[in-house]
């Protein structure tokens, strides 16, 4: 059973930072991709930043780029978005997910992404 959890989250004021962590177990982790994703209330989800565990390539917005980066640790088989400078605007529940990447890296979509954590919430305070 594939199983994705993520930590990490709360309460931070503005220009703050967190580190937030996703836990695999499930899946050969190499084989795959993690994303960060997140969800503003009245807003769709969308891409944060993804990254595929076999090479370390990754993938991430305008919005987000030189303020959050994705890293992986592959022998604790954990995934983490580093977020720096976080802005109100970066209040919402993020999610962590997976999917296979047999042939590279692919867009940081949430459409594509099949195994989803249960997500955490961040919220930035001005």
């Known amino acids: 059973e594939v199983q994705l959890v993520e930590s990490g989250g709360g309460l931070v004021q503005a220009g703050g930072s967190l580190r937030l962590s996703c836990a695999s177990s499930?899946?050969?982790?190499?084989?795959?991709?993690i994303g960060w994703f997140r969800q503003a209330p009245g807003k769709e989800r969308e891409g944060v930043s993804c990254i595929r565990i076999s090479d370390g390539s990754t993938h991430e917005p305008d919005s987000v780029k030189g303020r959050f980066t994705i890293s992986r640790d592959n022998a604790e088989r954990r995934v983490y978005l580093q977020m720096n400078s976080l802005t109100p605007e970066d209040t919402a529940v993020y999610y962590c997910?997976?999917?296979?990447?047999?042939?590279?890296?692919?867009?940081?979509?949430?459409?594509?992404?099949?195994?989803w954590g249960q997500g955490t919430q961040v919220t930035v305070s001005s």
């Open positions: 499930g899946i050969t982790f190499d084989d795959y991709a």
């Open positions: 997910a997976a999917k296979k990447t047999p042939h590279g890296l692919g867009p940081c979509g949430p459409r594509v992404y099949g195994y």
